[in-house]
């Protein structure tokens, strides 16, 4: 009897000490084998399966080389679970198929490191053209890009080559299209591709362009997800974006996205785009370069009331895709009104949800609302967002949209984004939000932003889509940073629907010396302290304005602190852009 409790407790204790310690699941042991250009797909989801069922506290780990991989990986319920490779540049995953890479649910603590992903075939290509017509484009090839044919083109945007960055100025354009019916791209003579157009409106022989083919897949994707970390991660390309998760708890390290070996373009998309996160985003030391769109977008979901039962019971739908609507019993929900949209009159805390059509579910409250059909509805619990020594350059949009509720950006580069640098703004054309507030902008520098396709008024740009007659983001901090702005910059600030802003200790360096620093609309409380204004030509007259279109209205903009002796500093800037990022001037 003794010998079988002895043994008992022995299995206990093995048990509890593989429970902490985990296996090592080699992927070599699966079959998957470096750099013999044969498939891994199977050996390595083989390998990623029991590593999940086995218990906790697991690796998969690569070794240097590239693996071949003609499908996409998928992960569930998993818990602490690394997969590991040898470092960026000496373990890649190669994608042979137009599809993410990794797919991940209901993971509880996960960590991806060490590696690095590619495709090949690319979700785009690029070159000049030397021929248009109604209904195609011929294009000269321009490698390392390809003539691929049989594809089906979704978006063409021109390029600036000699900058390599989305195009600039008056002709910078970028057409969406529904690709023609039965039309593929074929070849019309060595290196010259032929590119169905739905129409013709903006292209011109010699014009340089990039062309996106139909995405089909993120990289790196997942919901249902607490306590993900991405670190020492490069993603060179992807056939939509990088980085995308639904999840609570998020540290991104030495994440990097840009584009490999002369091409033109990293990721058909954006480089991070985190929908209803919660708890905390960390990005910390990561660079966004290259890519199709946004370099980061942090929002929740707007979900329209469409049916009221009682002050408890409401009807929600949404108009993005079905399960943004999973938020979870527990969550507050924040009202605003159809008629006044983004202005929040009451929170309530989700006791269930059941469904109730394919886009609608019945939320029950703990507390009443007093809403009407046509209201919305957003999580008001958003993550706290950080980020330093983050790098945003040559992307085809904003830099970073931000729309969460304590936000820090330090130590940080924009570099040439096409639209805004920093976009603070709610939609309800997108259905995201909430606004913005108590964000702290702090000792960044901002180079030739927002100069192209996706151009708005401001380089940092407080602007919601749907002006109000009242600030709706609000508590902005923008501190001790360095503005060099471009020829086609415009204002290096926009302030509408912004109340609390301070502009304070920044540098500010004008080549298009005939813009104000701010451009108001219907803001309060906007003030400035000792800031530096340089101009290349001449003296700035102005240094505020007020918009006057649309529903912008000068009587709107109150208890407005800005002096022009508030911007008659002479000192150097706060902060540089160097190789490694951005570096402090301590004077």
């Not at 490698?143 to 083109?153: A, E, F």
């Not at 390029?159 to 074929?186: F, H, K, W």
Request: aromatic letters at 12%; glycine letters at 8%; one cysteine or more.
């Amino acid at each position: 009897m003794g010998f079988v409790y002895g043994c008992l407790i022995f299995l206990i204790v093995s048990l509890c000490y593989l429970d902490i310690e985990g296996r090592t699941f080699l992927v070599s042991n699966y079959s998957a084998y470096p750099n013999d250009n044969i498939d891994d797909t199977s050996g390595i989801q083989n390998a990623l399966n029991d590593a999940a069922s086995y218990g906790r506290n697991n690796i998969v780990l690569f070794e240097s080389g590239t693996y071949d991989c003609f499908g996409g990986f998928t992960i569930y319920g998993a818990t602490n679970l690394t997969i590991m490779g040898q470092g960026m540049y000496e373990t890649l995953l190669l994608g042979h198929r137009p599809s993410g890479m990794f797919w991940i649910q209901g993971i509880n603590t996960m960590l991806i490191s060490s590696l690095s992903i590619d495709y090949d075939p690319l979700p785009f290509t690029a070159g000049y053209v030397v021929n248009a017509t109604s209904t195609y484009l011929d294009v000269q090839i321009v490698p390392p890009h390809r003539p691929d044919i049989n594809r089906q083109v979704s978006a063409i945007l021109r390029y600036d080559p000699t900058l390599m960055r989305p195009a600039i100025g008056s002709r910078a354009y970028e057409v969406y299209q529904t690709p023609p019916n039965n039309a593929n791209t074929t070849l019309v003579s060595n290196g010259v591709l032929r590119i169905p157009v739905a129409w013709q409106m903006y292209f011109g022989i010699g014009d340089a362009i990039v062309a996106r083919y139909v995405s089909t897949g993120h990289v790196i994707s997942g919901q249902s997800l607490t306590n993900i970390t991405i670190k020492s991660v490069t993603i060179y390309t992807g056939w939509y974006m990088a980085l995308t998760f639904k999840v609570a708890g998020l540290n991104v390290i030495d994440f990097h996205v840009k584009p490999r070996a002369g091409r033109w373009l990293s990721t058909s998309a954006d480089c991070m785009h985190f929908g209803d996160a919660r708890n905390y985003i960390n990005i910390f030391n990561s660079s966004c370069e290259g890519q199709g769109d946004d370099g980061l977008n942090v929002h929740a979901y707007y979900y329209k009331v469409t049916e009221i039962f009682n002050s408890t019971a409401l009807t929600l739908t949404e108009y993005n895709w079905p399960e943004v609507l999973n938020v979870g019993v527990g969550t507050n929900l924040e009202f605003v009104s159809g008629q006044q949209p983004f202005v929040g009159y009451a929170t309530a805390t989700i006791v269930s949800l059941t469904g109730n059509g394919g886009n609608s579910k019945l939320f029950i409250f703990a507390n009443p609302i007093n809403a009407s059909v046509g209201d919305w509805a957003v999580v008001a619990d958003t993550p706290t967002v950080t980020i330093r020594n983050f790098t945003a350059a040559n992307n085809r949009a904003r830099g970073i949209l931000l729309q969460a509720r304590n936000i820090t950006v330090t130590q940080s580069l924009f570099n040439q984004t096409s639209g805004p640098a920093v976009l603070f703004g709610a939609s309800l054309y997108w259905h995201e939000g909430p606004t913005a507030r108590n964000v702290t902008l702090d000792q960044n520098v901002y180079i030739s932003c927002n100069e192209g396709i996706a151009q708005g008024n401001g380089v940092i740009s407080i602007s919601p889509d749907l002006i109000a007659p009242v600030p709706v983001i609000t508590n902005i901090q923008i501190t001790s940073s360095t503005f060099l702005n471009g020829q086609y910059s415009k204002y290096p600030i926009q302030s509408s629907n912004g109340g609390g802003v301070s502009i304070r200790n920044n540098y500010f360096s004008m080549k298009n010396y005939s813009n104000p620093i701010v451009i108001l609309c219907n803001s309060q409380n906007i003030s400035a302290f000792n800031n530096t204004v340089i101009s290349n030509a001449s003296v700035i007259s102005q240094f505020v304005t007020y918009a006057s279109t649309g529903a912008c209205n000068s009587s709107l903009s109150s208890y407005i602190n800005l002096p022009d002796s508030a911007f008659n500093a002479s000192f150097r800037p706060p902060v540089i852009a160097t190789s490694l990022g951005v570096q402090i001037n301590n004077f």
